[in-house]
């Protein structure tokens, strides 16, 4: 049974930093890149970061500087880290999974194969 769980979310203030889990299980964790994406006030997904089966790395335009993104193939798990949060940021954060398809697929939404539930991070102002 695939799964994609996030955890790491919850309550702060502005300013503060997060580091955000996904954890999956039931798929050949190598065979994908994961993709980070934020679910905001406007329910849509926007992509924030990805992070390719080598290790390559890709953030939105919008995110670079404060995000980073990890995996460990070990563990089967990729990390958010976020830092210096903004009210903006609040939102569910949820993780995807992209069968073999690299970086250039990535931030689109509909080529991911599993997704999680999210986690949540509220960011007062």
């Known amino acids: 049974q695939v799964q994609l769980v996030e955890s790491g979310g919850g309550l702060v203030q502005t300013g503060a930093s997060l580091k955000l889990t996904c954890t999956t299980s039931?798929?050949?964790?190598?065979?994908?890149?994961i993709s980070w994406f934020h679910q905001g006030t406007v329910m849509t997904r926007e992509a924030v970061a990805c992070?390719?089966?080598?290790?390559?790395?890709d953030y939105s335009d919008s995110k670079k500087g404060r995000f980073v993104i990890s995996r460990d193939n070990a563990k089967n798990t990729v990390y958010l880290q976020i830092t210096d949060l903004k009210p903006e940021d609040t939102g569910v954060y949820l993780c995807?999974?992209?069968?073999?398809?690299?970086?250039?697929?990535?931030?689109?939404?509909?080529?991911?194969?599993?997704w999680g539930q999210g986690t949540q991070v509220t960011v007062s102002s």
């Open positions: 039931g798929f050949t964790f190598t065979n994908y890149t």
């Open positions: 992070i390719d089966r080598r290790g390559d790395s």
């Open positions: 995807g999974a992209l069968y073999i398809r690299g970086l250039d697929y990535a931030f689109g939404e509909n080529w991911h194969d599993h």
